[in-house]
């Protein structure tokens, strides 16, 4: 995998806050467990997680170009714009400096997909976007209900306690056992039988023939259940 170090990383982002004049008080790597990156922009300071160099080097751009932009909005419209126009148009400009374009969905909020200002073509997309005709980003209308079916599985197997504290699942998957959702514990391939009872964590009513999803690092401490959708 093609990887950006982590003084590869600060060393960018000292550039970048030098190109726009930005005053920039420090640039630091921790362990941080939700974010991949934090920009502090009544300090002026930028923090990377360590986990965000796990990943690959377009992870780690997209994310330093993305924290940048913070301080630069802040810089022009003064005040914190959140993912606000300003902040947009200040995302816009720094990314197309590497060649690649942000989209978003709305005028607030992160950018649903990247897109390459060469050829036009998807980058990547989030989930419950996909890349239609003509490399235009649309919704993934079949994702984003089969994600909400998910939720919903997930939301009545915590209601019905079907969870322990303490546990933890490095995957899960969701898909039909005669026709009705359940979360396994094992992925059992395309075959609905499954060989060992206990692991089937949940069965909910709710019914699908065909939908399958995994999800990771599922961790329940005993007051709120989090998990990652692949």
Known sequence: MDEMTEHEAIKLTRELCAKYDIEIKGVSVRNKKR???????GKNKIIYSTLLFKESKWMVLKTVCHEVAHLLATKKYGGNCLHNRRFQVCEI????????KPV??????YAVAYVDLVTGKALDCRRGYKEGNNGRVV????KQLNDKLLRKVMKEAFAAKAFNK????????????EGRLALISMDNGNNDEIKDP?????????????LKIEIKNVKYNGRSLSYNME
């Open 35 to 41: 974010d991949y990156g934090t920009a502090y922009i």
């Open 93 to 100: 400009a720094i990314d197309a400096l590497y060649g690649f």
């Open 104 to 109: 978003y969905a709305r005028s607030r909020g």
């Open 139 to 142: 919704i993934d209308y079949d």
């Open 166 to 177: 303490g546990d933890k699942f490095n995957t899960i998957t969701c898909k039909p056992i």
């Open 198 to 210: 206990s692991a089937v964590i949940y069965q909910s009513e709710l019914k699908s023939n065909n």
